[in-house]
């Protein structure tokens, strides 16, 4: 009979049990996506207007325009989608570790309630670094440059497609320590090796910022260096792993 766990706690699940419990998770994670989705398309006139907020003040009539009959109404949809993705963020991520946990040793299994709040917190804390402080940057930027004589003429449709990618774009970016401390949990990356290759990881995270950013420097100097403080912070993590993990080694050891 095949144990389930090896000598250090560590589940061992074969592919099926872990494409089972993948099922499981995504299944559990769109069930919670879908009430969220209803409780916001029921409130989406009020987060519509907030969405609208940013680019509120160069709007010539003071709202945005559409040009098909289904435009507004799938705005409204759209919007409820980012919105409830928003608001289940505990859950599905919580999801997400639950999936991962097999592959850690027992006593790491604990950081759930930390990976959770901490997930969940800075993909909300990128959403609103995107809505408060990037998105008014970016259209003071691209609405006055060459001057004020033009007008702009912004449908509902492509507002919103650029709003929800801004929005969505620095809210996944900042889960980058997260990303890095499951890896360094996992034994996947050593603190040792990020600093080594440093430098190669802010050339690709200025190439990440400068692609997914609006064309202005301004909007790319916003995202690359919160995600170079990211990295900075992963590493230091990672090395507190680390030492915690040689610590308990030496321990049973010398038991």
Excluded at 101 to 110: I, Q
Excluded at 242 to 248: G, I, K, P, T
Aim: aromatic share 14%; glycine share 6%; hydrophobic share 55%.
């Amino acid at each position: 009979m095949r144990d389930p766990h090896d000598e250090n706690g560590v589940d061992q699940l074969t592919l099926t049990d872990h494409l089972a419990e993948l099922r499981t998770r995504i299944i559990r994670s769109l069930y919670a996506m879908i009430i969220g989705v209803s409780i916001a398309f029921f409130y989406s006139d009020v987060l519509f207007d907030l969405v609208r907020q940013p680019v509120q003040q160069f709007l010539p009539e003071g709202g945005l325009v559409f040009t098909h009959p289904m435009d507004k109404f799938m705005a409204h949809f759209k919007l409820s989608g980012v919105a409830g993705l928003i608001l289940t963020c505990p859950f599905w991520l919580y999801q997400a570790w639950c999936f991962v946990a097999p592959g850690l040793y027992r006593h790491e299994r604990k950081y759930a309630m930390a990976f959770i709040v901490s997930s969940s917190a800075l993909f909300v804390i990128g959403a609103s670094f995107a809505y408060f402080l990037v998105l008014p940057a970016a259209f003071d930027f691209l609405f006055t440059f060459g001057g004020t004589t033009d007008r702009p003429l912004i449908t509902i449709s492509e507002y919103f497609s650029f709003f929800a990618t801004m929005v969505l774009v620095f809210a996944v970016c900042f889960e980058l320590p997260v990303v890095m401390v499951i890896l360094g949990l996992l034994g996947i990356l050593r603190s040792a090796g990020l600093r080594s290759t440093r430098r190669y990881a802010i050339v690709v995270l200025s190439v990440v910022s400068a692609v997914v950013t609006p064309p202005d420097v301004l909007s790319m100097v916003l995202l690359f260096v919160p995600l170079v403080i990211l990295y900075e912070v992963s590493i230091v993590l990672i090395s507190m792993i680390e030492r915690r993990r040689a610590n308990a080694s030496s321990i049973g050891a010398a038991d």
